[in-house]
């Protein structure tokens, strides 16, 4: 009955990210800016101009990804987690992860409400692009901007919390067996999943630099939002590398130590090893557990998924490059 009440929890709280909402935000948002005119052929002089070009076509996009990112984050996370406990039969049920989560998200929004409007009006200030010539394309484009920059922050807010969680909960030195690094599948699958997330977002960043000169504040903001992603998507990587190689140092050592023991013992007179059954069986049981040992992995993450990372992480600049070299193919054909 409890297994049963558990899971009724889990299904009510967990559910697939709904895209109707992001998609149909992203195609309102399009069509609100080639209605008030975004999309009207701007002067190549017109810095200002060139940019709400760029905006009335990215904002409504990339706030739609966002919101279905966030959504997406959340729900790998429930999905996660639960695997991982299952698997590890811990005894926090995965219904008070899910209400944790959730309320932790509610959290997270409201910081992000408070962080987005300050961070929103301040890059548009810096920019010059603040409505303050009262054009109904620049308000419109100023009231786009903001649950941009919220839903900006919130990824980010997510992005850090589900990370620290997973440490703090579930990677400690006690919870971390040294044969048991299959149990952490789930969680290799979390920050797999996460980085391709995080990979999806980046990749959409250059549709706000098409047919203009990249502002040096927005090389800064992407140069830091990347690092920062590197550092927390793989954290949990490399604390487990570290408590597995720490347990294997360790393991050995110890068997090191009984190889010694074992033979610094004397046995009766000019007795030789090979003239001790028992100690011969010692002897192949401390081999054989030294070579059980040395062959553990000490990464959670095995070769496909590496691949798979290195190929995410490359696609970055890759589709940056490809996005330069077709503007400038349509450039030249236009």
Same mark, same amino acid.
């Not at 309320?103 to 997270?108: A, D, S, T, V």
């Not at 294997?248 to 074992?262: C, D, E, M, P, V």
């Given at each position: 009955?409890?297994?049963?009440?558990?899971?009724?929890?889990?299904?009510?709280?967990?559910?697939?990210?709904?895209?109707?909402?992001?998609?149909?935000?992203?195609?309102?948002?399009?069509?609100?800016?080639?209605?008030?005119?975004?999309?009207?052929?701007?002067?190549?002089?017109?810095?200002?101009?060139?940019?709400?070009?760029?905006?009335?076509?990215?904002?409504?996009?990339?706030?739609?990804?966002? @919101?279905?990112?966030?959504?997406?984050?959340?729900?790998?996370?429930?999905?996660?987690?639960?695997?991982?406990?299952?698997?590890?039969?811990?005894?926090?049920?995965?219904?008070?992860?899910?209400?944790?989560?959730?309320?932790?998200?509610?959290?997270?929004?409201?910081?992000?409400?408070?962080?987005?409007?300050?961070?929103?009006?301040?890059?548009?200030?810096?920019?010059?692009?603040?409505?303050?010539?009262?054009?109904?394309?620049?308000?419109?484009?100023?009231?786009?901007?903001?649950?941009?920059?919220?839903?900006?922050?919130?990824?980010?807010?997510?992005?850090?919390?589900?990370?620290?969680?997973?440490?703090?909960?579930?990677?400690?030195?006690?919870?971390?067996?040294?044969?048991?690094?299959?149990?952490?599948?789930?969680? *290799?699958?979390?920050?797999?999943?996460?980085?391709?997330?995080?990979?999806?977002?980046?990749?959409?960043?250059?549709?706000? @630099?098409?047919?203009?000169?990249?502002?040096?504040?927005?090389?800064?903001?992407?140069?830091?939002?990347?690092?920062?992603?590197?550092?927390?998507?793989?954290?949990?990587?490399?604390?487990?590398?570290?408590?597995?190689?720490?347990?294997?140092?360790?393991?050995?050592?110890?068997?090191?130590?009984?190889?010694?023991?074992?033979?610094?013992?004397?046995?009766?007179?000019?007795?030789?090893?090979?003239?001790?059954?028992?100690?011969?069986?010692?002897? *192949?049981?401390?081999?054989?557990?030294?070579?059980?040992?040395?062959?553990?992995?000490?990464?959670?993450?095995?070769?496909?998924?590496?691949?798979?990372?290195?190929?995410?992480?490359?696609?970055?600049?890759?589709? @940056?490059?490809?996005?330069?070299?077709?503007?400038?193919?349509?450039?030249?054909?236009?």
């Amino acid at each position: 009955m409890e297994s049963v009440a558990r899971n009724k929890g889990i299904q009510k709280h967990v559910s697939l990210p709904n895209w109707f909402g992001p998609f149909l935000y992203a195609i309102l948002g399009v069509t609100g800016s080639y209605l008030l005119g975004a999309f009207d052929t701007p002067n190549p002089e017109d810095a200002k101009l060139a940019k709400e070009f760029n905006a009335g076509f990215a904002l409504p996009i990339f706030t739609g990804l966002l @919101w279905f990112i966030n959504a997406t984050m959340l729900q790998r996370a429930y999905f996660c987690l639960d695997n991982f406990m299952q698997n590890n039969l811990d005894k926090v049920y995965s219904v008070d992860v899910v209400n944790m989560l959730r309320n932790r998200f509610k959290i997270n929004l409201k910081i992000s409400v408070g962080l987005g409007v300050a961070s929103g009006i301040t890059y548009m200030l810096f920019e010059g692009v603040l409505a303050t010539d009262l054009r109904m394309v620049a308000i419109y484009l100023n009231l786009m901007a903001i649950p941009f920059w919220v839903l900006t922050f919130l990824f980010m807010l997510q992005l850090f919390y589900v990370t620290r969680y997973v440490i703090k909960h579930f990677l400690s030195v006690e919870k971390i067996d040294l044969f048991g690094i299959k149990k952490l599948t789930p969680i *290799s699958d979390l920050v797999i999943s996460n980085t391709v997330l995080s990979a999806i977002s980046l990749a959409f960043v250059p549709l706000f @630099w098409i047919g203009r000169e990249i502002p040096q504040l927005d090389k800064l903001i992407v140069a830091t939002v990347f690092i920062l992603f590197a550092l927390f998507l793989f954290w949990p990587v490399v604390r487990v590398q570290r408590i597995i190689a720490r347990k294997k140092r360790l393991a050995i050592s110890r068997i090191n130590q009984s190889f010694h023991l074992l033979f610094d013992r004397k046995i009766g007179e000019n007795r030789r090893l090979t003239d001790d059954p028992e100690r011969l069986r010692k002897l *192949s049981a401390l081999i054989s557990a030294k070579q059980e040992i040395s062959e553990v992995s000490e990464w959670p993450i095995d070769l496909p998924q590496s691949i798979k990372g290195i190929l995410i992480c490359f696609s970055i600049p890759f589709s @940056w490059i490809a996005g330069s070299l077709v503007e400038t193919l349509v450039s030249k054909f236009l």
